[in-house]
Structures are given as structure tokens and as C-alpha cells.
């Protein structure tokens, strides 16, 4: 507070009061100080101002420092006086002027000169100007065509018994057709089986090899005929040099090398050598010399290794014979820097690719053929124009490979850059963000870039446009939808692997909307639960009366054991058995009737997919269709009648169709996967029946964390049935006596809690049941008011560009989109057949796993076992049954390797958890096998592919190695 005679007043408030008054005052000081001026200059205007009156000075002194204010405006006085005067000039000298007279003036006519321009001179020579001046003249010696001998040497006898046996599996297959789709599939494999009796008379292998000798000779005079060529273009090239210099000394020159004259054939540069046809002709001459050199080296090293195979290859394909480098230049370059030759096949398949033909076609290849590695990156090159947007679509699994091999095969000398487009969900986008987006796609078309997408990113980024108009969002959802249409009109799409891609399968769903419980919410849940306490109680005796009907697979005490459906009428037994204990006993949910009519008819229609008219009369009459009863009810029918058990149990596997997500934020229920561990990223089981059965079948099969169960244990102390509860759980389980009952629960004691009580509770059925029931089903099953949903077909769908994808299979052609034709090329025709030769050739068995002898060794070590006892030896395992699910890829390949004789191998192959090629070796260091020593010593590894890769994945194999591949039964 301020001292003195207002004591209410503040140390702040008084500041203010201090600093107004000051302003106040000062601000008077100045208007004084200038009216006083301003009667001064209006007075006399030019003369400097003389000192101030007394009144005026006295009142301006205590805020200004008047003699230095005096000294600044005598200066702007004088500046005023100065303009005044020379502005009294300026109108005095004007009048005088008015009164002078007007005279003409001639001017003469002066001859102009241009002036010298001045002229810059270059202080160097660019590679464009090389080209400039006079073209070479190539040599127009050809080499002698080096191929097979014309002269059969020797039959395939190993095909032509295939295809006896072949012939012979369809005879077979004839009699138990069932159905037109049957029939059909039927008259195409004897179609492709005839095709490949024609194409068999043409095998290289009939075929006559020629000897070390003369292939070092077409060597020598395939090298002499390039270094002729290049030492053309040198002194070509050398003496425009030299023309262009002149007597310029010091001069920058481009260094003149191979890699000048080849990158000439990219689409940047052969466009400015339109009008030097010369220079086009001699530099494709160039490369097709080095074609010539690569090809006879790799003929040569085929037949040091004593690959006939790759030789026979070699020499049945000549190169260029169905397409012209001249018109596809960078497939020439693409050649040449991959040291490959593209086959007719491939060029016809990609001739395909490349035609505009109107509508969405798929192809069929057979594996093997460089649809991936080859295909891909030539028709991609050939379509990025700068007119359209090329989008490679490949799955997740082999998006990362797809991504080395365009950048490997296109990143080089042919210079096309790879754009990604990782779109999902969780890229919450505002308008800056969109718009980028739509630049950065611009950009790949204009610089001619390829764009490398996954199916979910497209389908994601086709429900988000959707969803940010419903979500008011309407600027960024303009964007999102102009990149679209974008898409719609200037996108030439390659599908990868199309058969799998353009699957119904393949979902993506968007909910929508506040989320609400189910109906029924836990009693649907407590009834699935008893359900599979049913299942549990009948599985094992009926797969042990009818062997190979059901695989029940049983685990520790207390557990659910592993169920899977292998026969129908196992199954159907199975649903009956359940139906008649649910009557007989009933549910907590819905009672055992005590009339036997009505019971009978419950009966049915739990059990019948159609009950009588005359059952249905007395259900709906009864007490079971009731509010009380009648969701329960409904809801076992759906179960067994329904099919929704046997549907489970029979067609989806652990880990393989289904489980738990490993995104985070944590997923706590069950989602689709594409292959084993490989869960969909924004997928979801739209039935709520089948989510909480196949959360259940994860928690039981797989067990509770840590985490989850120290939760259990601290939930259950808060309950006022604690032990009632709990000695449900530890009932049918092996748990020690000392902790069977709940007061001998000690959570904070976390060292006892995983050691001596989370191994029995782990995977007691009874105790996941409570953690499902309490924790996971009332917090995430919940109900969406709407969902945007889309498919692979939606990725098929016609726009104004066509979509053109390929695939090894055509087994899926009668189910592919509306939009998409299956194009049947006559070459392919025999593909079919050729693939199920390989599998009917004599060399190839069949071994049934036997069952489990030694309970200590999982069923992945037990199998692994077998493999190792198998003769010959096993180089490769081939996993699409997913029979291996208890290690990982990088387990396996370790597991395998230390199996393997330290002698003959050093490492094993294997795809890591980012779907990338990776090798390990026997100290379990492990590295990128395309940046490994072991890519060009595979000799030396045993190799590993799980389901999700066995298909889009290019290695490079000894023609010696054997493989043993897998196989999962299905009902």
C-alpha cells in the first residue's frame, strides 16, 4: 500500500497514476512547443526560428530538452526554406517561359549502327553435344546364330511318364464330377493337357548341347564384334570432341565410357536423339553386342557348373525376336544392366500388359517365369509416359521384395523413381496434407515414376475420401476425392499375384458412428462359452471312434485342447451330440425343457437347418419364445443349426485365418490374417458370433500375458465370489495345493506369480473365460450404427484406363470381379497341366506325418525332423500348409540349420517379420540377404518360406536342390 494520504490505494495502482500523469503532461509540453513553431513559420515563412516566448519555454522545459529540440528544427526550418525558394524559382522561371516564342526544330537523320552483341564462350562440352555432329558407321557384320541343334538327341522320358500319369488323374477325376463348375474344370485340364503334348515336342531337353569349345569360340567372337562397335562410337565421339574444342585449350570434356553411350537409351535422353537417327541405330547396335556378350558368357558358366538346364534355356532363346529394341529402348538398357535376355513369353505376356485394349484382363504365367522380377518393371517402364500414373499393386507380403526388384531394375541407368503411397486409417490428413499428397502423385506421373502400392492402401484411401464428407470434413474430403478421380483417369494398374489381390477375401472395413453394446451382450457371450465347454466334452471321443475325423489336439490340464473339423460327418455328429446335451441339460441361459414334446421340438430346432412347420407351432407357443428365452434360443440355433460352429472349427485355422493383432494401440480381439502371423492391418470379423467364438479359440490356444493375468488376479480380490471363482479355474488344472485357494494369492509377489501359479492359469479354460467375460468382450464388442466396407473386387472395378494383372493360377477366374476378364492366351493354354505334371513327376513323394512320439519336441521340431531323415536331402522347405506355428521364421531357420551339417551349410534363408529376405547364420547373427556374402553363395544355405511367401518371392537355386513342401488338409 502507498504511504500518505490515500492508504487504500495500491504500489501498482499509484505506478499507473504516476506514468498517465507523466504522459498527460509531456504530451501538453509537446503541443505547447509546437502551436508556438507553427506561429512562428506562418509569420515569416523561410526564416529559421528564433528563441521561444518565456510562457512557452517555462511550460516546455520540464518534459523537453529544448535547446537540442531548438537544434533539430533550426535544421528542418532551413530544409523548408531551401524548398520554398526553389519552389518561388521554378514558378517565376515558368511565367518567363511562357513568354518566349515557338520555333520549329529540325533534327537530323543520324545513321544507326547495331551494337555488338557480346558473345559468351562455353567452358565446357556436354554430353548432348556429342551428338551433334557426324554419326558413326557401325559394322555391319552379324554373328553366326548360336541355338539347339535341329537333331533330337534324346526323349524327357520324366515329362512323358508325367504326363501318362496326368492323363490318367483326369480320367479319374471324370467319374466324380459333381456340378457344371466340376465339369468345366474338367474340360479345361484335358484342354491344357493336350496343349502340353504339343509344346512337349518342342522341349529343349530332346535337344543336343554344344561343346566348351565352341562356345568359348562364339565368346571370343561375340567380345570382338562389341569392342569393334565400341571403339567406333569412341572416336565417333572423340573427334566432335576434338571439333567442338577447337584451339581452346583446357576445355572440359564428358569422360567418354560405356555407361555415356547406354544411358542414352532412357526415356529422358533418347527423346533428344529424334532427329539423329544415326546415332539411335549405332547405339542400339551397341547394346544388342553386349546382349550377345552376356548371353554367350552365361551359356559358357552354364556349362562349366553343368547347369543343362540354363543352357538349354540359353539357347533356345535368341533374343528380340517378337519385339524391337528400337521401339522399347529401355527394355534393351533393362537387359543390359540385369544381364538377362527377355524370352518370348515374356514378351508376349507384357505385350498384353502394355495394350490399351478397353477393358480389365488377368493373365496366367507359370511360376517361375519372371512375372515379378522381369515382367513388372519392363511393362511398367514402357507405360510411364508422363501421361499416366503407373501403379504396381502387390501385396503386403511381397510389397518389399516388388520394391527391390523396381528399384534395382529401374533405379539404375533407366532412371524411373519408385513413389509410395503407405495410406491408412490412422493418417488423420488435413487439407495441406491431401493437397500433398495430390502433388506428389502429379509428380509421379509427370517425371514418368512408378507408383508401388499395397491393396489395403488403395481401399483405405477410397473409404477415407468417404468418410471425412460424413464426417463434416468437407475441404480435406474434396481433396482426398479429386485424387481419386485422379486415379479414376490417369492410373494404369499392374496387379501382382491378381488371383489373390482381387479376392472377395480380401475386406476392409471403416465403423462408423458412436459404438454400442450387442444384443444380448454377456448372456451371448456366456452361452458361446458353454458351447465350446460342449465341444470340448465331445470332440476327443468322437475323433477317437472315427480316426482323422477331427484333430483334437490336447494341451495341459485344464486347457481347451486344439480343435479342427477334417470330415463332415464328423462334424455333423459332433453338432448333434451338443444339440442333445443343451436339451437334456440346457444352459444357464435357457433351462431344459421338462415337457418331452416341447423338448423334442426344441430339439429340432437347435439342431435342423429347417424344422417342421408343426415344431415351429409349439416353440413359438412355449415359454422358450419368451423375452427371456428366446435370444439364447435363437442364438444356439445360429451355433449348430446355423452352421456358425461347424463353419469355425472347420475352415479357420489358429494363427493362420485368425488371432490376435500385434498392432498397437493392442487389438484384444480377433482378426482376419492373410497367412500365418500375418494379421490384416484394419480387418474384422463382421459376425459378432463368429468374433467371439474365434477371441475365445486365440485366448485358449495361445494363453493370457503376464499382464493379463496379474489383472485377472487384480480383479478378482475386488469380487465378492473370489473363491468361489477361483476354484473354478484351478479345478481341472495341475496347480500345486499350496496355491489352490485364493488366500495363498499373493499379486505383489510377481516372482512366485510367474513361476509357480501363471503356468496352470496361463491356459485354464475357466479362467480365460472370466477374463473375457469381465475385461475384453464388455469394453471392445460393440456395435457401429453404420460401417464403410471394400474388397479386392473394388481394386478390379473398371475406370478409363484398363487394369491388367497376372497370376501363376487361373483357379479363381470364374470368381473374379464383374469388371475382369480372364485373357486365355493360346501359348498359355498348356500352364495348367505343365504345373501338374511337375507335381505327378516320378521323382517327387508324398510323407505323411506320423503322430507324436516325443511329448518334449514341438510338432515344428518333430517335423523338422522328418525332413532331416528324408532322402535325398532337403534343401528347401515350402510352408503354404502352415503345419510349422509354434516358431517363428527366425526360429525355424535357426532351428533347421543346427540340424544341418556345418560342413554343407553355412546359414539359412528365411523372410523376417517385415516381410524381407534375411539369413542367419550358425552364431544366429543375422543380416539382409541382398547385402549378404550368401546371395551369391546360396550353395551354402538352406532356405525357409512360410504361407505368406511362397508365392511373389525370387531366389536363385542350385539346379540340384530339393525342396519338401507342406500341405494342410482340408474338408
Known amino acids: 500500500m502507498r504511504a500518505g494520504a490515500d492508504r487504500l490505494e495500491t504500489e501498482r495502482a499509484a505506478e499507473m497514476r504516476r506514468k498517465n500523469d507523466y504522459v498527460r503532461h509531456s504530451e501538453g509540453a509537446v503541443r ?26 517555462n511550460r516546455a522545459k520540464e518534459y523537453i530538452d529544448v535547446p537540442s529540440a531548438m537544434q533539430a528544427v533550426t535544421k528542418a526550418f532551413e530544409g523548408w526554406s531551401n524548398n520554398r525558394a526553389l519552389k518561388l524559382f521554378c514558378e517565376e522561371l515558368e511565367d518567363l517561359l511562357h513568354d518566349l516564342p515557338i520555333g520549329e526544330l529540325i533534327v537530323p537523320d543520324w545513321s544507326r549502327e547495331k551494337a555488338v552483341q557480346p558473345k559468351s564462350t562455353s567452358s565446357h562440352v556436354t554430353v548432348d553435344d556429342i551428338f551433334t555432329g557426324e554419326s558413326p558407321k557401325i559394322p555391319r557384320d552379324k554373328l553366326p546364330t548360336l541355338m539347339l ?30 456340378g457344371a463348375y466340376e465339369t468345366q474344370y474338367v474340360g479345361d485340364l484335358r484342354g491344357s493337357l493336350e496343349a502340353l503334348r504339343v509344346r512337349n515336342e518342342d522341349d529343349p531337353s530332346r535337344y543336343a548341347l554344344p561343346t566348351e569349345d565352341g562356345l568359348f569360340h562364339h565368346l571370343e567372337l561375340c567380345t570382338e564384334r562389341l569392342s569393334r562397335i565400341y571403339e567406333t562410337l569412341e572416336d565417333t565421339a572423340t573427334t566432335q570432341l576434338r571439333q567442338l574444342s577447337g584451339d581452346r585449350e583446357g576445355l572440359q570434356w564428358p569422360r567418354i565410357s560405356p555407361s555415356l553411350f547406354l544411358e542414352q537409351l532412357n526415356r529422358n535422353h533418347w527423346r533428344k536423339l529424334d532427329h539423329r537417327p544415326e546415332w539411335r541405330e549405332a547405339i ?102 508422363g501421361q499416366q500414373v503407373v501403379r ?34 490412422a493418417l488423420k490428413l488435413r487439407k495441406a496434407g491431401a493437397e500433398a499428397v495430390l502433388q506428389l502423385c502429379q509428380e509421379c506421373m509427370r517425371e514418368g515414376g512408378v507408383l508401388l502400392v499395397q491393396p489395403e492402401h ?20 474434396e481433396i482426398l476425392l479429386r485424387i481419386q478421380d485422379f486415379f479414376d483417369q490417369k492410373s494404369r494398374d499392374i496387379i501382382d499375384e491378381s488371383d489373390e489381390n482381387l479376392s472377395v477375401k480380401f475386406e476392409l472395413v471403416y465403423t462408423m458412428g458412436l459404438p454400442g453394446p450387442i444384443e444380448g451382450s454377456s448372456d451371448r457371450w456366456s452361452v458361446i462359452h458353454q458351447i465350446l465347454s460342449l465341444v470340448q466334452k465331445y470332440a476327443a471321443s468322437i475323433g477317437d471312434a472315427r480316426s482323422g475325423a477331427i484333430e483334437c489336439t490336447k494341451g495341459i490340464a485344464g486347457s481347451f485342447p ?96 485368425y488371432g490376435l493383432a500385434t498392432r498397437v494401440p493392442r487389438m484384444r480381439l480377433a482378426v482376419p490374417y492373410r497367412a500365418k502371423d500375418n494379421p490384416t492391418p484394419r480387418s474384422e470379423f463382421s459376425h459378432p458370433d463368429v468374433q467371439l467364438l474365434l477371441t475365445s479359440l486365440s485366448y485358449y490356444y495361445g494363453g493370457l500375458e503376464d499382464e493379463d493375468l496379474f489383472s485377472l488376479l487384480g480383479q478378482l480380490m475386488t469380487c465378492d465370489q473370489a473363491d468361489q471363482d477361483y ?156 503345419q510349422i506355428l509354434e516358431l517363428d521364421n527366425f526360429g525355424v531357420a535357426k532351428a533347421w540349420l543346427a540340424r544341418c551339417d556345418a560342413t554343407e551349410k553355412e546359414a539359412a ?63
Open 727 to 882: 476354484h473354478l479355474w484351478v479345478q481341472k488344472t495341475d496347480m500345486p495345493l499350496e496355491f489352490r485357494h485364493i488366500d495363498s494369492l499373493n499379486p505383489r509377489d510377481e516372482a512366485t506369480c510367474r513361476k509357480k501359479i501363471f503356468p496352470h492359469l496361463r491356459q485354464s479354460k475357466a479362467a480365460i473365460d472370466w477374463f473375457l467375460s469381465r475385461t475384453v468382450f464388455p469394453k471392445d464388442v460393440k456395435e457401429y450404427p453404420s460401417k464403410l466396407s471394400s474388397s479386392g473386387c473394388d481394386l478390379g472395378r473398371k475406370k478409363h484406363l484398363p487394369t491388367k494383372g497376372f497370376s501363376g493360377t487361373q483357379d479363381a477366374k470364374i470368381v473374379l470381379p464383374l469388371d475382369v476378364d480372364q485373357l486365355e492366351l493360346p501359348a498359355q493354354k498348356h500352364t495348367d497341366a505343365l504345373v501338374m505334371s511337375y507335381l505327378l513327376q516320378v521323382g517327387n513323394s508324398v510323407t505323411v506325418t506320423a503322430p507324436a512320439v516325443d511329448a518334449s519336441l514341438s510338432d515344428a521340431e518333430q517335423l523338422l525332423d522328418m525332413i532331416m531323415q528324408l532322402e535325398p536331402s532337403i534343401d528347401v522347405v515350402l510352408d503354404p500348409g502352415a
Open 562 to 657: 486344439r480343435t479342427r473339423l477334417l470330415d463332415e460327418t464328423a462334424g455333423e455328429q459332433l453338432m448333434q451330440s451338443i444339440a442333445d446335451d443343451v436339451c437334456e441339460n440346457g444352459l444357464h441361459e435357457l433351462p431344459s425343457a421338462t415337457d418331452p414334446h416341447t423338448r423334442a421340438a426344441v430339439r429340432a430346432f437347435i439342431g435342423c437347418r429347417e424344422p417342421s412347420p408343426s415344431e415351429l407351432e409349439v416353440i413359438h407357443r412355449s415359454s422358450f419364445w419368451n423375452k427371456e428365452y428366446k435370444m439364447a434360443l435363437l442364438l444356439v440355433r445360429g451355433l449348430l443349426a446355423g452352421g456358425i460352429l461347424d463353419f469355425v472349427f472347420r475352415t479357420k485355422r489358429w494363427r493362420v485365418q
Open 392 to 425: 504396381v499393386i502387390a501385396g503386403k507380403a511381397q510389397s518389399k521384395q516388388m520394391a527391390q526388384v523396381l528399384i534395382s531394375k529401374l533405379g539404375g541407368m533407366i532412371g524411373r523413381r519408385i513413389y509410395y503411397l503407405p495410406y491408412s486409417r
Open 149 to 178: 541343334h535341329s537333331k533330337p538327341s534324346t526323349i524327357n522320358l520324366v515329362a512323358e511318364q508325367a504326363t501318362v500319369a496326368l492323363s490318367g488323374l483326369i480320367d479319374s477325376l471324370v467319374s466324380s464330377e459333381d
Open 458 to 477: 488403395l481401399l483405405s484411401f477410397k473409404l477415407t475420401s468417404t468418410e471425412n464428407f460424413i464426417a463434416g470434413n468437407e475441404d480435406t474430403g
Open 32 to 57: 505547447v512547443l509546437s502551436l508556438e513553431l507553427m506561429k512562428q513559420w506562418k509569420a515569416a515563412p523561410g526564416r529559421p526560428p528564433v528563441p521561444l516566448s518565456p510562457a512557452a519555454e
Open 284 to 385: 542400339i547396335q551397341y547394346g544388342l553386342a553386349i546382349t550377345d556378350v552376356q548371353r554367350a558368357e552365361r551359356m559358357l558358366d552354364a556349362l562349366k557348373s553343368d547347369n543343362k538346364d540354363d543352357l538349354r534355356w540359353e539357347l533356345g532363346n535368341t533374343g528380340h525376336t517378337n519385339w524391337d529394341p528400337r521401339s522399347f529402348p529401355e527394355t534393351l538398357l533393362l537387359e543390359i544392366e540385369s544381364s538377362i535376355l527377355i524370352r518370348e513369353v515374356q514378351e508376349s505376356i507384357a505385350s498384353e500388359l502394355r495394350k490399351d485394349s478397353g477393358g480389365n484382363e488377368v493373365l496366367q504365367l507359370v511360376m517361375g517365369d519372371g512375372k515379378s522380377s522381369v515382367i513388372s518393371p519392363m511393362v511398367a517402364a514402357a507405360l510411364a509416359n
Open 909 to 971: 534363408v528365411y523372410c523376417n517379420e517385415n516381410d524381407e529376405l534375411c539369413v542367419v547364420d550358425r552364431s544366429g547373427r543375422w543380416e539382409y540377404l541382398q547385402t549378404s556374402s550368401y546371395a551369391a553363395r546360396m550353395d551354402r544355405c538352406v532356405v525357409y518360406l512360410d504361407e505368406a511367401h511362397t508365392r511373389g518371392i525370387d531366389l536363385k537355386l542350385p539346379p540340384r536342390y530339393r525342396a519338401a513342401c507342406t500341405w494342410a488338409l482340408v474338408s
